[in-house]
């Protein structure tokens, strides 16, 4: 029989070892929506090898979703940690700067030569810069803003961009619209526009909702006062 003292403490040691376990599988749902990501984030560069253009412009919104979501979980389940902004940002340049830059390389910026090309290129390094410039800024900025356009935004408008124009006849003029688009959102992220993240709005006051060139145009270079901590996860 084993002691009343001794069955107690294995009990409570098995009761750790749970405990321990459960908070290895909270701090991993957020790495593995992450993952996801980061995988919708290659296989969109599958699909544009294959010329899928399409079905890689979804994916990238599948992409999207999946960076909304780590950063509410893991949020949600206080299993915030440096490992994990660190790791979202590697899958973020993967998912919304190089997939979407290559994305529009191949739909519709080849055949104009460097300049094009060089645009194609802009997009991902802007997109890294405004990433690096985030998490720099992590907890010194106001929530309520973002400084630049988000890299998922720029995403978001080369991917609505393919879905609009597949399957219609890319003419030479249209190449080049694309292309100077390409340069303007590039330069639009590493901007010190403010664009309004929706994330504190009062829906009981009204208030106007003018982001990134308007509201500077509009407001000028007014600050926006007291800076509000930014928490891991918030979208880039």
């Known amino acids: 029989m084993i002691p009343r003292r001794q069955g107690r403490g294995l ?30 984030g290659f296989f969109a560069l599958v699909l544009t090898l294959d010329q899928r253009y399409a079905e890689a412009a979804l994916t990238i919104f599948v992409a999207m979703v999946m960076d909304l979501l780590d950063g509410r979980v893991a949020r949600l389940m206080r299993a915030t940690s440096q490992f994990g902004v660190e790791y979202d940002s590697l899958a973020d340049i993967v998912s919304f700067c190089v997939a979407p830059g290559f994305l529009l390389y191949s739909f519709a910026l080849r055949d104009l ?26 907890g010194t900025v106001d929530r309520r803003f973002f400084v630049g356009l988000s890299t998922p935004a720029a995403a978001g408008v080369v991917a609505s ?16 619209a694309v292309a100077v ?10 901007s010190t526009f ?20 308007l509201r500077r145009l509009i407001i000028g270079r007014a600050a926006v006062p007291g800076p509000a901590e930014a928490r891991p996860g918030d979208m880039h």
Request: overall charge positive; aromatic content about 12%; glycine content about 8%.
């Open 161 to 176: 961009t393919v879905l609009i124009l597949n399957g219609r006849e890319v003419t030479r003029e249209l190449e080049v």
């Open 11 to 40: 009990r409570q040691r098995r009761w750790h070892e749970l405990r321990d376990k459960r908070r290895r599988g909270i701090f991993l749902l957020p790495s593995l929506l992450t993952t996801g990501n980061l995988f919708c």
């Open 113 to 138: 030569g460097r300049p094009a090309w060089f645009g194609a290129f802009l997009f991902v390094i802007c997109g890294a810069l405004r990433l690096a410039r985030f998490n720099v800024q992590t």
């Open 181 to 190: 688009g390409s340069y303007i959102v590039a330069l639009l992220m590493v």
């Open 194 to 213: 403010r664009y309004w993240s929706f994330k504190e709005i009062d829906f009981a006051r009204r208030r106007p909702v003018l982001s990134g060139p």
